[in-house]
């Protein structure tokens, strides 16, 4: 099953790779190929994988005792890795405004809170000294830049 | 005879306090990367780039490798002491070696590792040294074409030799090349796929994929393992930090062997340390008076696998420094770093910066020494890091890559790809889609299509240049080869399985 959807998503991605190939606006100038060659023949690759997987899917349904290879069931604990995503986009958007030092501490200390429970000393050390430091370090020491948000410094 | 005298300038270069400093760096982060699950060598080296930029490229560069080839020292400490590899090309050092940690051997287990990976590691930049030269002889006749037709190999090498479905091997290395082509075509300057964000015309850059794909992701994976309850537990090191006359004896035959295998192993395209350890691995349990032992202790199979998984780093580092095309992920994140420093790897680099390529050569013999000096006596301080609670661990990660994705251009559209790539890496390593030919068509897929183009400039259209000479021929009859050997291993292993251990 999880492979007829890999299936189905290549087909689409080669679809829509031909269509964006297509809207690229050609001045073929001194290049005999222009831009859209290369990636023509990428949407024929991705056609020929769609092809090699349909071989695939075709193969093992002759012989199912390998019936376990690659089946994906959703599991219960997999929310977890939704749950992450979720509030690491959230970070991810008070990054800027909040600045690195603010947004980083907390969100180490919800998740550190949750994964390394009952510890919570530990955690907000963890998570303001790594903040404070990571931040000082890489922005006086090395000059990157980490955006500063509303913090003073 | 001009060659020795680089030889020895590159040590001139490699032993200047900087570069002694930088190499120092560079083998610890890398036995810390190795030791801790959850980021490996390719997420290292990617995630210091954006830190590094503006360094010297030589002592950068003398740092990256010196994170590569020594994560695979501290991968065996994990795997022996909480049988998960630490980094996967250690995964058969996890069967024997924590039976032999059950058996209060993990001193001696620690040990043969360290000793192994250091005999078997310098016998790779010997082989490095020795065969660099002569290769980049051969690489001065390559042209655009010819160039070409070596991508087009190591590709389809690596994608059908990587994982267990050489269609999703495929699929994995188109997706890297469609994701290559976001960006302004730099022969035409038209802007293509960048879907209206500005940032993309710059393209898509291959360090917040790698990071994406190999931490981001590995993150995911841990965290869901702590909620299933299935986090794996450390041992203490128990027994002496060294061997019996016995063990010696045992293990001298398997280090050169590994040694040897990882090395040939390492210079082809695809196979990787993975492989490497896998056929050292067999080999000994084929030739061992006690094959039953393997599996329960044996320390060959610790020594073998442990020592070809540490040569194959340098003998994978020979494609990428005299052709300038990686045989796999980690060496493909290597020469990104190249280029970001404005170093093209090559044969042309051989006769430009002898001291960068000789000096980054030489400092793998230091860097060799360094390893064996903190992963023998020092290794019960790598240990207190599998201490670390996984809770906290994991969250410093993607802390650490939001720092070196945020560094590249100040810019939160690195963090949000960091994050699409991560549960595109997550979602991948479900379904069984490798994600290493990925990166290493992405890397080289701009390339690819300069030589593509420059080629077909060349010939006026005419096809026929990818055929027409023997260089060309040779690689693509290899390609065609690569393509089959997942098809005809099966039916080879079917003819001859008398002593087939699998």
């Known amino acids: 099953m999880t492979d007829r959807i890999i299936l189905v998503c290549t087909l689409l991605l080669a679809g829509v790779y031909f269509w964006a190939t297509a809207q690229i606006p050609s001045l073929e100038l001194g290049d005999p190929l222009g831009p859209k060659a290369f990636p023509r023949l990428l ?23 390998t019936g376990a290879s690659s089946a994906w069931t959703w599991e219960r604990h997999e929310w977890v890795v939704v749950a992450i995503s979720a509030w690491t986009a959230l970070y991810i958007l008070v990054f800027e405004p909040l600045g690195y ?53 | 005879m001009e060659t020795f005298t680089h030889i020895i300038n590159g040590f001139a270069v490699c032993l200047q ?83 032999m940690a059950k058996k209060g051997r993990a001193g001696a287990a620690l040990a043969v590792s360290a000793i192994g990976s250091f005999i078997a590691g310098t016998i790779g930049v010997v082989g490095l040294t020795l065969f660099a030269v002569p290769l980049t002889s051969i690489a001065l006749k390559f042209g655009p074409a010819e160039y070409f037709t070596l991508m087009l190999f190591a590709m389809t090498a690596v994608s059908t030799l990587t994982g267990n479905s050489p269609a999703k091997g495929v699929l994995a290395t188109i997706i890297g090349l469609v994701i290559a082509t976001i960006g302004i075509d730099l022969q035409s300057g038209q802007a293509r796929y960048t879907m209206g964000i500005p940032e993309f015309q710059d393209g898509v850059g291959f360090v917040v994929v790698v990071v994406g794909l190999f931490a981001m992701a590995e993150v995911f994976r841990g965290l869901e393992d702590m909620v299933k309850g299935t986090a794996p537990a450390a041992m203490k090191i128990t027994g002496k930090l060294w061997l019996t006359r016995e063990e010696w004896r045992r293990s001298i035959g398997p280090i050169w062997r590994g040694g040897i295998i990882g090395f040939v192993i390492g210079v082809l395209p695809g196979a990787g340390g993975t492989i490497a350890s896998i056929m050292s691995y067999t080999t000994e349990k084929r030739i061992s ?113 939001a720092i070196g994705a945020y560094a590249i251009n100040g810019s939160t559209v690195d963090l949000w790809l960091i994050l699409f790539f991560g549960i595109v890496g997550y979602v991948f390593g479900k379904v069984d889609i490798p994600v290493a030919p990925l ?64």
């Open chain 2, 289 to 401: 008076k006690h094959p039953e032992e393997f599996g329960h202790g044996a320390i060959e199979g610790v020594a073998g696998p442990e020592s070809a998984n540490n040569s194959d780093t340098a003998g994978a580092l020979v494609p990428l420094l005299t052709l300038g095309v990686p045989g796999g992920g980690a060496t493909a994140v290597m020469l990104g770093a190249f280029i970001m420093y404005g170093v093209q790897p090559g044969p042309l680099l051989f006769q430009s910066r002898p001291d960068l390529v000789w000096g980054l050569i030489d400092s793998m013999y230091v860097g060799n020494v360094m390893l064996l000096i903190l992963n023998l006596p020092l290794v019960g301080l790598f240990v207190r890091l599998l201490y670390i609670p996984q809770g906290i661990l994991y969250p410093l990660i993607v802390a650490i890559s």
């Open chain 2, 17 to 99: 306090p900087i570069n002694l400093w930088y190499t120092f760096l560079g083998v610890l982060m890398g036995t810390i990367i190795g030791v801790l699950p959850g980021i490996g060598p390719s997420a290292g080296i990617a995630l210091l780039i954006p830190i590094t930029y503006g360094m010297n490229p030589t002592s950068a560069l003398i740092m990256m490798a010196g994170i590569y080839y020594g994560a695979k020292y501290g991968g065996s400490t994990t795997a022996i002491l909480i049988r998960t590899p630490g980094e996967a090309a250690s995964v058969m050092t996890s069967i024997d070696g924590y039976e």
């Open chain 2, 439 to 502: 990166v290493l068509s992405l890397v080289l897929g701009g390339i690819m299509e300069q030589s593509f183009r420059q080629a077909m400039t060349i010939s006026g259209g005419n096809v026929k240049v990818f055929y027409g000479s023997t260089i060309t021929v040779i690689l693509l009859v290899m390609s065609v080869i690569s393509v089959l050997l997942p098809f005809i291993i099966p039916k080879l292993r079917a003819l001859g399985s008398s002593g087939d251990p699998s």
């Open chain 1, 43 to 65: 949407g024929a690759g991705l056609l020929i994988s769609a092809a090699m997987l349909l071989a695939e899917i075709l193969r093992d349904r002759k012989k199912p005792k």
């Open chain 1, 101 to 153: 030092m603010l947004s980083t501490a907390i969100y180490l200390l919800v998740l550190t809170a949750y994964f390394n429970r009952g510890r919570w000393l530990m955690n907000v050390l963890t998570s303001v000294l790594f903040a404070a430091i990571s931040y000082f370090a890489f922005t006086k020491l090395l000059g990157v830049n980490l955006a500063p948000g509303i913090l003073p410094f």
